[in-house]
């Protein structure tokens, strides 16, 4: 079981260690010289030579990949040429409002996407089995602001519930900061609903048709028991997984998500440091995300271990 | 004649041969599944937008008229022509800050999600083929490809399309690589998963034992036998790509500004969001309607000519 842990976690190290050489390579390996693509065409031969000088371009490769890799075992991403500050500091305060939208997103997303995928293999072919996977064929394809301007559009600007855009800190009252994250984290959660609900609904399927179903049901249990108690309980893993999985999809929609809010977390500063050319934010956002992916993926396998009583490695 | 000898008992039996079942084609079922026929005809309506658009009440989507700004959909302006005269046009979607028709520049934005949704889908099958057969068949490159791909799936895909086209001159070509690569992981796992188990194949270790050259058993073996589920992993890389195109323009960050493009049209359309809503609903729905049919038309050719993928979704 330890060793499992240990061997589990160990995994994530290559992965985590090709994503930070491709993000590196990212820059290095793109046709032309960097320092001019990251000062940009109206900049003067004097800040392409700070730049160079900075990035230690005159270097070989391997040993301009050793320093980064240093400082970035250190916990330094570099500092970005337009905020003017370290991009640790920078993502350190863009993190609150990413963090709060994706938190309620998942939280919306598993409330409302697992009991209907439930239902939907229970009722299997009935009306909302079909709506469902509908509506999931649709959440794949209604782009993320598509939907988000028509949100706004409707409960803010037509029916005034809502506040059209922007967001507020949780420590300046939660109420304002609630307002503010209904639209965007619903206008989010569609898609991974659409997700989720598709995988639970054939998880959930998949258990109905088992012995143990049948016997439950047998035995005279209340079939609200048969339902969560042993078909949820054993689609758990796929569930979970897909819940992992899905988190890229989260993170693209978070980019998109607070630009049409106007939200100022981490996707609003990856498509600002793209715009201003920012290289070094703009590999440390990413390595920041891929990061957090490999790491929510690692913990849902753990999880496993808690859902799944007979996976024991 | 050996001709004639089985057509005499055929003859005889002529009453039961009604009650034999003969297994359609694949074109017959495919063309016989709902999902298929809907998705099919919806990507032909849409070939022959775009094809026809200079003919569907378009002007050149590139003019532009400063008397006939922000119009709603359905007035009457004027419009001047690239010959410097004024001509009478009306504006089916109303028309933007600048002057230019939303109906003439939505119809040639299915030009271009139709040419960046295909060409991403065909480079992404095509390099992960290519990927997918050498780590499938070439034992010693198995490994460090896979690392490599595994390592490309950590980061959120959006995050890598956003990042390459930064780096690159913003152009159709680049759009279309930045928005495939990303997607190549996933059909090289597929492929190299098929490649595993058909190189166990009899015929495969027929062709082996009788000295065919590697590639020859790559290509002309191995290869054809993974031509369905590439054909619907396809299908569904054509959608993501016309979303994730979208997505890049509307982020400001795609394709450049001057092309008319779903998402280009709704970036200049959002900054007056709250007073013309059509600027952004007209290309939305386009693009929904788009990934829709494509992700409807993929469904059903997973269903037809992939029936185990079909099961395990």
């Not at chain 1, 993320?144 to 519930?161: C, M, Q, R, T």
């Not at chain 2, 022959?48 to 006939?68: E, M």
Request: hydrophobic share 55%; proline share 6%.
């Amino acid at each position: 079981m330890l060793s499992f842990l240990v061997k589990r976690i160990l995994a994530t190290v290559p992965v985590l260690l090709i994503v930070a050489v491709l993000v590196f390579l990212l820059l290095r390996l793109t046709p032309g010289d960097p320092a001019t693509i990251i000062a940009g065409d109206a900049a003067s031969p004097e800040n392409v030579a700070k730049i160079r000088e900075n990035l230690g371009l005159s270097k070989p490769l391997l040993v301009q990949f050793g320093i980064w890799f240093g400082n970035l075992m250190a916990g330094d991403l570099g500092e970005s040429y337009f905020f003017k500050m370290k991009v640790s500091t920078l993502i350190g305060q863009r993190i609150e409002p990413t963090l709060a939208l994706s938190f309620c997103t998942i939280v919306i997303a598993v409330l409302v996407a697992v009991p209907l995928g439930v239902i939907a293999a229970w009722k299997q072919g009935g009306w909302l089995d079909r709506a469902l996977m509908g509506f999931s064929v649709m959440g794949f394809s209604v782009p993320v602001f598509v939907l988000g301007y028509l949100l706004i559009w409707l409960v803010s600007l037509k029916l005034a519930l809502l506040p059209v855009q922007g967001y507020q800190r949780i420590a300046d009252g939660f109420g304002p900061f609630i307002r503010h994250l209904i639209l965007p984290s619903i206008t989010l959660s569609v898609i991974y609903i659409a997700l989720i609900a598709r995988v639970t609904r054939a998880a959930v399927q998949d258990v109905l048709s088992e012995d143990y179903i049948r016997t439950a049901r047998a035995k005279g249990l209340p079939e609200v028991r048969v339902l969560v108690g042993h078909a949820l309980a054993n689609a758990a893993v796929p569930i979970l997984t897909v819940i992992g999985i899905g988190i890229a999809l989260l993170i693209g929609g978070v980019v998109v998500t607070e630009s049409v809010y106007g939200i100022p977390g981490l996707g609003r500063l990856t498509v600002d440091a793209v715009l201003a050319r920012d290289f070094p934010t703009i590999q440390g956002v990413i390595l920041f995300f891929s990061f957090v992916y490999v790491l929510i993926n690692l913990l849902v396998d753990l999880s496993y271990l808690v859902f799944d009583p007979r996976i024991r490695y | 004649m050996h001709a004639d000898a089985p057509a005499a008992p055929a003859a005889d039996l002529s009453t039961e041969a009604a009650n034999v079942y003969v297994r359609p084609t694949v074109w017959q079922r495919l063309a016989r599944h709902w999902a298929v026929r809907i998705g099919g005809a919806a990507m032909l309506l849409l070939t022959l937008v775009a094809l026809a658009a200079p003919v569907l009440g378009t002007v050149d989507p590139t003019l532009f008229d400063p008397g006939s700004r922000d119009l709603l959909p359905g007035a009457t302006g004027e419009i001047t022509t690239l010959e410097g005269e004024s001509v009478k046009h009306t504006f089916l979607m109303g028309s933007d800050s600048f002057g230019r028709d939303i109906h003439s520049r939505v119809l040639y934005g299915t030009r271009v999600s139709l040419i960046v949704g295909i060409a991403c889908a065909l480079l992404a099958v095509l390099l992960g083929v290519v990927a997918g057969l050498s780590a499938g068949y070439l034992r010693w490159l198995d490994m460090p490809l896979m690392r490599v791909m595994d390592g490309v799936m950590a980061i959120p895909g959006i995050l890598i399309a956003i990042a390459l086209v930064a780096l690159w001159k913003a152009s159709l070509l680049t759009v279309i690589v930045a928005i495939a690569i990303p997607e190549i992981p996933r059909v090289t796992r597929l492929v190299r998963s098929l490649v595993l188990s058909i190189r166990e194949e009899p015929y495969v270790e027929a062709a082996v034992s009788l000295g065919t050259p590697t590639l020859k058993i790559m290509f002309g073996h191995i290869l054809p036998n993974t031509v369905a589920p590439l054909i619907v992993q396809g299908t569904y890389i054509c959608a993501s790509a016309i979303l994730t195109e979208a997505i890049l323009s509307f982020l400001g960050v795609g394709l450049p500004t001057d092309m008319p493009t779903w998402g280009n049209i709704m970036a200049e359309g959002r900054v007056q969001f709250q007073q013309f809503p059509h600027n952004v609903f007209f290309p939305g729905i386009f693009l929904a309607v788009t990934v829709l049919a494509v992700n409807i038309l993929g469904d059903g050719l997973r269903d037809v000519l992939d029936p185990k993928m079909a099961k395990r979704a």
